[in-house]
Nanobody, 126 residues
Framework: QVQLVESGGGLVQAGGSLRLSCAASGRTFSLSAMGWFRQAPGKEREFVADITWGGASTYYADSVKGRFTISRVGARNTVALQMNSLKPEDTAVYTC???????????????????WGQGTQVTVSS
């Protein structure tokens, strides 16, 4: 099993920045990638970004490309999501996810991820 613990999040004005972190523990040697999803009220969970376990490859949803950056932080089992130029439509619960799948679809469906954190609220005010 793998455990994921998120930190960060909160309330920020439009145009501001926030940084989320996710620390993985347990059988991390089985992981191929870690990433982030988000879910706004009344909407389905959607993919935000992910990064391969070695950190060599990143992938972003079009809605956040150029504004968000996913990266490894220090130890290999910690991933950060730097969110800049935040918009009110970025408001959601952000959840860290990890997968053992080496190959994932371009759509990055939630079912392709095996482990999930508890989620952290990000609220962007206009």
């Amino acid at each position: 099993q793998v455990q994921l613990v998120e930190s960060g999040g909160g309330l920020v004005q439009a145009g501001g920045s926030l940084r989320l972190s996710c620390a993985a523990s347990g059988r991390t040697f089985s992981l191929s990638a870690m990433g982030w999803f988000r879910q706004a009220p009344g909407k389905e969970r959607e993919f935000v970004a992910d990064i391969t376990w070695g950190g060599a490859s990143t992938y972003y949803a079009d809605s956040v490309k150029g504004r968000f950056t996913i990266s490894r932080v220090g130890a290999r089992n910690t991933v950060a999501l730097q969110m800049n130029s935040l918009k009110p439509e970025d408001t959601a619960v952000y959840t860290c996810a990890a997968t053992t799948r080496a190959v994932r679809s371009m759509a990055r469906h939630p079912y392709e991820y095996d482990y999930w954190g508890q989620g952290t609220q990000v609220t962007v005010s206009s």
